[in-house]
């Protein structure tokens, strides 16, 4: 990956135990077990949060590596499951579907407190914002940026999951519906007041959960900015596959419909702008490509957008609530109030996307 200085948090050099890597003896790791990676080595924090986090390796011949570990803090018993992880990128280095290179996984405590695996480096951008898109893509990059992502999606759908040695890795059935619970409760869990909104979309859509067809990999988490592009707007490989697991492929484009918005398209209620430059593909060009390149049936597409509007209600109002729990040190509870804002208008938008169900 290649790992943008204005995307760094910070910069770490050859210390004991830095922000979550014990040196000397990741060193040590590494040189057993990644062929060819000779240390002294420099490990730069790339990003994280919440989410696991993913460091830039590089040794001392200048050979790069990426690095990925759970987060330094509070850890939900089934999140963060490197080995998963490194499990799913493993088998699909030879699909169609482009990731990074699977070098090793440590499950060893030991060794860094934590299990975490090391992949190669993918030289390409992350984009993250309108600027960043704007300044390392063309309009026909932005173009091609919107096709290869529907591209990549309908590849990731259609994974021999045999061959891939995947075909256990989740249920097969039922995927909506064990969403649905999943995130029900981790709504009701840690919500901050009551919002009838997404109690009430809860019970519309377990009513309205449509058949689901054969169970693909569903990535989960599948947006522009989890994806690496080149110069020309491809894409070179498909980033944070934590919460990856088999299910309904119209989830991930229900999802992606969510997190994007095109130059002509309505606002969302996430914020992100990465996709609003002239040149990018409005949401429906996404959905008739998509369409049209895998054959599937969309006439039920706004249930899996209502759906991704209600998950993503659930999400933020989880970190809202540990927000507000310290979780980003004192803060006056009136600079939180964007998240807040952001849980109503998921929700409101999940609403308006069932209304259109016939």
């Known amino acids: 990956m290649r790992a943008k200085p204005c995307h760094y948090r910070y910069r770490v050099g050859l210390m004991s135990d830095v922000n979550g890597i014990d040196v000397p003896s ?50 939900l018993a089934s999140a963060h499951d490197m080995g998963r992880e490194h499990r799913i990128i493993s088998g699909l280095q030879q699909s169609a579907v482009p990731v990074a290179p699977a ?17 190669g480096f993918v030289d390409g951008h992350v984009i993250r914002d309108a600027a960043t898109a704007t300044a390392v893509l063309t309009p026909d990059g932005r173009r091609r940026a919107s096709e290869s992502i529907v591209d990549t999606m309908a590849a990731i759908h259609a994974v021999d999951l045999g061959a891939a040695g995947l075909d256990d890795l989740g249920r097969h059935e039922d995927y909506i519906a064990r969403q649905l619970r999943r995130w029900y409760s981790n709504w009701n869990s840690q919500k901050t007041r009551e919002l009838p909104a997404v109690d009430q979309v809860h019970d519309e859509l377990l009513k309205r959960i449509p058949a689901q067809g054969p169970a693909t990999i569903v990535h989960g988490d599948y ?36 997190y994007w918005t095109g130059p002509d398209d309505e606002g969302s209620a996430w914020t992100g702008s ?22 599937r049936d969309l006439s039920q597409l706004d249930f899996y957008v209502a759906f991704a509007y209600w998950k993503l209600a659930c999400i933020l109002e989880g970190v809202y609530s540990r927000y507000l729990g310290g979780a980003l040190g004192d803060r006056d509870p009136e600079e939180l109030l964007p998240f807040k804002m952001q849980v109503d208008g998921a929700a409101l938008k999940a609403s308006e996307a069932l209304g259109r169900l016939a």
């Open 26 to 75: 990741v060193t040590a790791w590494l040189e057993r077990n990644v062929s060819g990676a000779q240390g002294p080595f420099t490990f730069t924090f790339i990003a994280g949060g919440h989410s696991n986090l993913t460091f830039a390796v590089t040794d001392v011949n200048g050979a790069r590596y990426v690095l990925r570990r759970p987060p330094l803090g509070h850890v």
């Open 223 to 258: 947006r522009l900015d989890n994806c690496m592009v080149n110069d020309n707007g491809d894409i070179v490989a498909v980033l944070d596959w934590e919460i990856c697991t088999l299910g309904d492929p119209l989830a991930d484009l229900g999802l992606l419909m969510v």
């Open 103 to 119: 070098l090793g996984y440590c499950d060893d405590p030991a060794v860094n407190g934590v299990p975490f695996y090391v992949m």
């Open 274 to 295: 990465s996709t609003t430059a002239p040149g990018f593909l409005n949401r429906q060009d996404l959905a008739d490509r998509y369409a049209q390149v895998t054959g």
